[in-house]
């Protein structure tokens, strides 16, 4: 199939290219050769290429930057989205789209189900709920990915700013109150190309297997890491007064999922310990 790979140089975007151009005749574009935000540049990219399907990963994906830059933000996430379903359907192509655990409040305490209640507590999350709420109205072929607290060996993530810390600071404070799954965009690309090639439609839920709160995961990476000489301290969300609220309980339930395609995640602990040792290799 001819796939044309939305925001390609970003983090899941590169991985993206990399495993579905192992199957697939890929083409990726990013902001160097469109922009999201104009209808008519999302259709001239599809009829340049005439894909027979579209992987976006573009997005607005600061989160606190959200807070200020609303405007700036809904038109990536939300009209963005929009302009890309719209392309879609006038092109025949489906369209493969990804949005956030934040689009739920946090306060369910068990782990989220595709049809829950989307109750958004910050900007970021509201503009995703709003595209994939455009995504649904606009286009009938279309796979809708929630994910939650990617990271990678490409882009800014977590994993790199802990690493990047311990080079100057012999303590790090990170929030234990907030609860989660990390997920490894590779995974994520391969989940989706299993999803893709089961050709399945609506709203799938996919992260790594396990819980884990931010201050685990540091720890954790410090450990496959070999980072030794680091002191870790929990802390509360509130202590960093930043501008978005974050939910506190924010697991997907992967059973969808599992139950669609026959596979299950890995778990996170393993992805994690993948993804340090291919950033080893590369240097
Ligand atoms: N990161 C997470 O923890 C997380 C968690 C849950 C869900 N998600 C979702 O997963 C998807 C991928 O996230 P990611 O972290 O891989 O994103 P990312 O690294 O921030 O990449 C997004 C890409 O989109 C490009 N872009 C931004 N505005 C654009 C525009 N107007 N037109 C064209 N391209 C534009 C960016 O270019 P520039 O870099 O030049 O701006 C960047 O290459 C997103 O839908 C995100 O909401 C992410």
Redesign the pocket.
């Known amino acids: 199939m001819r796939i044309l790979v ?9 991985d993206l290219i990399e495993i579905l151009g192992r199957e697939h005749e890929v083409l990726g ?10 209808a008519a ?1 999302c259709v001239r990219i599809l009829g340049e290429f005439r894909p027979g399907a579209v992987v ?7 989160v606190d930057g959200c807070e200020t830059n609303r405007e700036a933000c809904f ?3 939300a009209v ?1 989205v929009r302009n890309v379903a719209e392309a879609c359907r006038a092109a025949g192509a489906k369209a493969v ?6 689009v739920f409040d946090g306060t369910k305490g068990e782990p989220y189900l595709e049809d829950d209640v989307c109750r958004p507590i910050n900007v ?1 999350g509201e503009s ?1 709920r709003k ?1 994939e709420e455009a995504l649904a109205e606009t286009l009938e072929r279309h796979l809708l ?8 060996r ?5 994993v790199k700013a802990i690493l990047a810390k311990v080079k100057d600071e012999g303590t790090l404070r990170v929030v234990d109150d907030q609860v989660g799954s990390p ?1 490894f ?1 590779l995974d ?1 690309a391969q989940a989706t190309k299993l999803l893709l090639k089961l050709d399945c439609t609506g709203t799938y839920h996919v992260t790594n297997r396990g819980v884990c709160s931010w201050y685990e995961f540091a720890r954790r990476i410090l450990e496959y890491a070999q980072v030794a000489g680091v002191t870790v301290v929990p802390i509360k969300s509130g202590e960093l007064n930043r501008k978005a609220a974050r939910p506190a309980y924010s697991v997907l339930s992967n059973r969808k999922f599992m139950e669609a395609t026959k596979k299950a995640m890995r778990p996170w602990q393993v992805a994690l310990n993948d993804c340090l040792s291919q950033m080893r290799a590369k240097g």
């Open positions: 939305m925001g390609h140089r970003g983090m899941l975007g590169s574009v990013d902001m160097a050769e469109f922009d999201i935000t104009s540049d976006n990963a573009v997005a607005y994906t600061d038109a990536v996430n963005g789209h990804y949005s956030t655990d934040y970021y995703k595209g990915i929630r994910t939650a607290w990617l990271y990678g490409g882009g800014k993530n977590f997920t965009t994520l």
